[in-house]
Protein backbone atom coordinates (compact mmCIF):
# COMPACT_ATOMS: atom_id res chain seq x y z
CA UNK A 1 0.00 0.00 0.00
CA UNK A 2 1.03 3.28 -0.85
CA UNK A 3 0.92 5.94 1.78
CA UNK A 4 0.69 9.88 1.23
CA UNK A 5 0.19 11.81 4.25
CA UNK A 6 -0.69 15.55 3.82
CA UNK A 7 -0.64 18.25 6.21
CA UNK A 8 -4.43 18.99 5.79
CA UNK A 9 -7.43 18.36 4.16
CA UNK A 10 -6.79 20.64 1.05
CA UNK A 11 -3.42 19.29 0.11
CA UNK A 12 -5.01 15.74 0.62
CA UNK A 13 -7.49 16.47 -1.88
CA UNK A 14 -4.82 18.08 -4.08
CA UNK A 15 -2.86 15.20 -3.98
CA UNK A 16 -5.92 12.57 -4.30
CA UNK A 17 -6.05 14.95 -7.50
CA UNK A 18 -2.84 14.04 -8.84
CA UNK A 19 -3.98 10.20 -8.39
CA UNK A 20 -6.86 10.68 -10.26
CA UNK A 21 -5.84 13.08 -12.78
CA UNK A 22 -2.99 10.10 -13.87
CA UNK A 23 -6.05 7.77 -14.90
CA UNK A 24 -8.31 10.05 -16.71
CA UNK A 25 -5.21 11.70 -18.82
CA UNK A 26 -3.89 8.21 -19.09
CA UNK A 27 -7.19 6.89 -20.10
CA UNK A 28 -9.70 9.16 -21.57
CA UNK A 29 -12.34 6.21 -21.45
CA UNK A 30 -11.64 5.00 -18.10
CA UNK A 31 -14.45 3.65 -15.62
CA UNK A 32 -13.61 5.78 -12.53
CA UNK A 33 -15.34 3.91 -9.47
CA UNK A 34 -17.10 6.97 -7.33
CA UNK A 35 -17.46 7.25 -3.64
CA UNK A 36 -20.10 10.32 -1.69
CA UNK A 37 -19.91 11.67 1.22
CA UNK A 38 -17.49 14.86 2.96
CA UNK A 39 -13.84 13.60 2.47
CA UNK A 40 -13.96 13.70 -1.68
CA UNK A 41 -15.67 17.09 -1.89
CA UNK A 42 -12.31 18.61 -2.38
CA UNK A 43 -10.99 15.94 -4.46
CA UNK A 44 -13.77 17.00 -6.67
CA UNK A 45 -13.31 20.77 -6.74
CA UNK A 46 -9.89 19.53 -7.99
CA UNK A 47 -11.45 17.63 -11.16
CA UNK A 48 -13.99 20.36 -11.86
CA UNK A 49 -11.08 23.68 -11.65
CA UNK A 50 -9.08 21.64 -13.79
CA UNK A 51 -11.82 20.75 -16.39
CA UNK A 52 -12.51 24.20 -16.28
CA UNK A 53 -9.09 26.04 -16.40
CA UNK A 54 -6.96 22.80 -18.78
CA UNK A 55 -10.42 21.22 -20.38
CA UNK A 56 -9.74 17.93 -19.55
CA UNK A 57 -12.64 16.14 -21.00
CA UNK A 58 -15.22 13.38 -19.37
CA UNK A 59 -17.26 12.83 -22.88
CA UNK A 60 -16.17 9.23 -23.21
CA UNK A 61 -15.43 8.85 -19.10
CA UNK A 62 -18.18 6.22 -17.58
CA UNK A 63 -18.56 6.28 -13.40
CA UNK A 64 -20.02 3.54 -11.23
CA UNK A 65 -20.82 4.66 -7.41
CA UNK A 66 -20.33 2.63 -4.82
CA UNK A 67 -23.49 3.18 -2.63
CA UNK A 68 -27.32 4.34 -2.24
CA UNK A 69 -30.06 4.65 0.26
CA UNK A 70 -32.44 2.53 0.15
CA UNK A 71 -35.91 4.06 -0.80
CA UNK A 72 -34.67 8.06 -1.63
CA UNK A 73 -35.02 8.49 -5.37
CA UNK A 74 -32.80 10.86 -7.57
CA UNK A 75 -35.03 14.01 -6.16
CA UNK A 76 -34.16 13.86 -2.88
CA UNK A 77 -31.67 16.39 -1.90
CA UNK A 78 -29.84 13.53 0.22
CA UNK A 79 -29.94 10.97 -1.99
CA UNK A 80 -26.15 9.74 -3.27
CA UNK A 81 -27.49 10.40 -7.19
CA UNK A 82 -28.23 13.80 -6.32
CA UNK A 83 -25.02 14.20 -4.47
CA UNK A 84 -23.16 13.42 -7.15
CA UNK A 85 -25.03 15.79 -9.81
CA UNK A 86 -24.76 18.80 -7.52
CA UNK A 87 -21.07 18.27 -6.60
CA UNK A 88 -19.33 16.63 -9.44
CA UNK A 89 -21.49 15.91 -12.45
CA UNK A 90 -23.29 18.82 -13.49
CA UNK A 91 -19.32 20.44 -13.64
CA UNK A 92 -18.28 18.37 -15.81
CA UNK A 93 -18.77 17.51 -19.53
CA UNK A 94 -19.83 14.06 -18.71
CA UNK A 95 -22.90 12.19 -20.47
CA UNK A 96 -25.30 11.54 -18.24
CA UNK A 97 -26.03 8.11 -19.49
CA UNK A 98 -22.92 6.96 -18.27
CA UNK A 99 -22.93 7.96 -14.60
CA UNK A 100 -24.46 4.47 -13.15
CA UNK A 101 -25.51 4.40 -9.28
CA UNK A 102 -27.86 2.09 -7.49
CA UNK A 103 -31.30 2.33 -7.56
CA UNK A 104 -32.71 3.37 -4.54
CA UNK A 105 -36.39 3.35 -5.55
CA UNK A 106 -36.45 -0.60 -6.90
CA UNK A 107 -38.80 -2.55 -5.25
CA UNK A 108 -37.28 -5.73 -6.18
CA UNK A 109 -33.76 -5.41 -4.03
CA UNK A 110 -32.41 -8.77 -4.63
CA UNK A 111 -33.00 -8.26 -8.70
CA UNK A 112 -31.37 -4.10 -8.49
CA UNK A 113 -28.63 -6.37 -6.74
CA UNK A 114 -28.02 -8.53 -9.42
CA UNK A 115 -28.15 -5.68 -12.37
CA UNK A 116 -25.84 -3.73 -10.58
CA UNK A 117 -22.85 -6.68 -10.25
CA UNK A 118 -23.78 -7.64 -13.98
CA UNK A 119 -23.00 -3.86 -13.93
CA UNK A 120 -19.76 -4.02 -12.44
CA UNK A 121 -18.57 -7.15 -14.24
CA UNK A 122 -18.95 -5.12 -17.56
CA UNK A 123 -17.53 -2.40 -15.96
CA UNK A 124 -14.21 -3.15 -14.19
CA UNK A 125 -13.09 0.15 -12.10
CA UNK A 126 -9.72 1.63 -13.18
CA UNK A 127 -9.87 3.54 -10.09
CA UNK A 128 -12.06 3.32 -7.29
CA UNK A 129 -12.22 6.37 -4.92
CA UNK A 130 -12.92 5.28 -1.27
CA UNK A 131 -13.97 6.91 2.37
CA UNK A 132 -12.89 5.46 5.52
CA UNK A 133 -15.98 5.26 8.53
CA UNK A 134 -15.08 5.49 11.67
CA UNK A 135 -15.35 1.97 12.46
CA UNK A 136 -13.06 0.75 9.42
CA UNK A 137 -16.43 0.47 7.16
CA UNK A 138 -15.78 0.92 3.39
CA UNK A 139 -19.17 2.19 1.41
CA UNK A 140 -21.62 0.65 3.64
CA UNK A 141 -19.79 -2.43 4.17
CA UNK A 142 -19.90 -2.58 8.22
CA UNK A 143 -18.19 -4.55 10.41
CA UNK A 144 -18.63 -8.67 10.19
CA UNK A 145 -19.54 -8.03 6.18
CA UNK A 146 -17.85 -11.04 4.18
CA UNK A 147 -14.24 -10.58 2.14
CA UNK A 148 -16.66 -12.19 -1.07
CA UNK A 149 -19.63 -10.08 -0.81
CA UNK A 150 -20.95 -8.24 -3.90
CA UNK A 151 -23.87 -5.59 -3.90
CA UNK A 152 -26.12 -5.99 -1.36
CA UNK A 153 -28.43 -4.07 1.01
CA UNK A 154 -27.37 -3.48 4.16
CA UNK A 155 -28.81 -2.51 7.98
CA UNK A 156 -26.82 0.69 8.73
CA UNK A 157 -25.43 0.36 12.05
CA UNK A 158 -26.15 3.14 14.57
CA UNK A 159 -22.61 4.49 14.21
CA UNK A 160 -22.90 4.84 10.61
CA UNK A 161 -26.37 6.42 11.23
CA UNK A 162 -24.60 8.92 13.92
CA UNK A 163 -21.97 10.19 11.75
CA UNK A 164 -24.29 10.83 8.61
CA UNK A 165 -26.86 12.42 10.50
CA UNK A 166 -25.09 15.89 10.21
CA UNK A 167 -26.26 15.77 6.44
CA UNK A 168 -29.62 15.42 7.28
CA UNK A 169 -32.53 17.89 8.79
CA UNK A 170 -32.30 15.06 12.15
CA UNK A 171 -31.07 11.86 13.04
CA UNK A 172 -34.81 10.55 12.18
CA UNK A 173 -34.73 11.11 8.65
CA UNK A 174 -31.36 9.71 7.77
CA UNK A 175 -32.16 5.83 6.33
CA UNK A 176 -31.89 2.83 7.86
CA UNK A 177 -30.92 0.75 4.92
CA UNK A 178 -28.59 1.30 1.65
CA UNK A 179 -27.26 -0.79 -1.43
CA UNK A 180 -23.81 -0.83 -1.66
CA UNK A 181 -20.88 -2.51 -3.94
CA UNK A 182 -19.46 -5.99 -1.75
CA UNK A 183 -15.96 -5.75 -0.64
CA UNK A 184 -15.24 -8.34 -3.83
CA UNK A 185 -16.81 -5.60 -6.12
CA UNK A 186 -14.39 -2.96 -4.32
CA UNK A 187 -11.41 -5.42 -4.80
CA UNK A 188 -11.36 -5.83 -8.85
CA UNK A 189 -10.63 -1.96 -9.23
CA UNK A 190 -8.06 -1.84 -10.76
CA UNK A 191 -6.88 1.01 -8.52
CA UNK A 192 -7.71 2.29 -5.04
CA UNK A 193 -7.76 5.12 -3.54
CA UNK A 194 -8.86 5.87 -0.48
CA UNK A 195 -9.16 8.99 1.67
CA UNK A 196 -9.24 9.76 5.53
CA UNK A 197 -9.09 12.77 7.25
CA UNK A 198 -9.65 14.13 10.56
CA UNK A 199 -8.73 12.87 14.24
CA UNK A 200 -11.62 10.58 14.30
CA UNK A 201 -10.18 8.83 11.40
CA UNK A 202 -7.17 7.65 13.26
CA UNK A 203 -8.28 4.37 14.30
CA UNK A 204 -9.73 3.20 11.50
CA UNK A 205 -6.34 4.16 9.13
CA UNK A 206 -4.32 2.14 11.94
CA UNK A 207 -6.50 -0.68 11.35
CA UNK A 208 -6.31 -0.15 7.17
CA UNK A 209 -2.57 -0.15 7.44
CA UNK A 210 -1.49 -1.77 10.15
CA UNK A 211 -4.03 -3.93 11.80
CA UNK A 212 -5.46 -7.75 11.43
CA UNK A 213 -6.82 -8.32 7.75
CA UNK A 214 -10.43 -9.54 9.17
CA UNK A 215 -13.94 -8.79 8.37
CA UNK A 216 -14.11 -6.96 11.73
CA UNK A 217 -12.65 -4.16 9.66
CA UNK A 218 -13.66 -4.02 6.38
CA UNK A 219 -11.11 -1.88 4.97
CA UNK A 220 -8.22 -3.96 6.47
CA UNK A 221 -8.60 -6.03 2.98
CA UNK A 222 -7.62 -3.75 1.10
CA UNK A 223 -3.84 -4.49 2.51
CA UNK A 224 -4.18 -7.34 0.11
CA UNK A 225 -5.00 -5.39 -3.26
CA UNK A 226 -1.75 -5.01 -5.36
CA UNK A 227 -2.61 -1.25 -6.19
CA UNK A 228 -3.76 0.87 -3.19
CA UNK A 229 -2.94 4.63 -2.30
CA UNK A 230 -4.07 5.91 0.87
CA UNK A 231 -4.11 9.67 0.91
CA UNK A 232 -4.61 11.04 4.61
CA UNK A 233 -4.01 14.07 6.53
CA UNK A 234 -1.82 14.52 9.28
CA UNK A 235 -4.60 13.92 12.01
CA UNK A 236 -5.94 10.78 10.19
CA UNK A 237 -2.27 9.62 10.20
CA UNK A 238 -1.65 10.08 13.71
CA UNK A 239 -1.18 6.50 14.68
CA UNK A 240 0.69 5.24 11.88
CA UNK A 241 3.46 7.23 11.68
Known amino acids: MKIIVAKNYEEMSARAFEVMAEVVKTNPQAVLGLATGSTPLGLYRNMIEDHKKNGT ?46 DGTASDRKAECARYNALLHELQQDIQVLGIGSNGHIAFNEPGTPFGSET ?32 KNIMNAKKILILANGENKAQAVYGLVKGEVTENVPASVLQLHPDCTLVCDEAAARLIL
Do not use: C, W
Open 152 to 183: HVVDLTESTIKDNSRLFKNIDEVPRQAFTMGL
Open 57 to 102: SYKQIKTVNLDEYAGLDENSDQSYVYFMRKNLFDSLDIDRKNTNIE
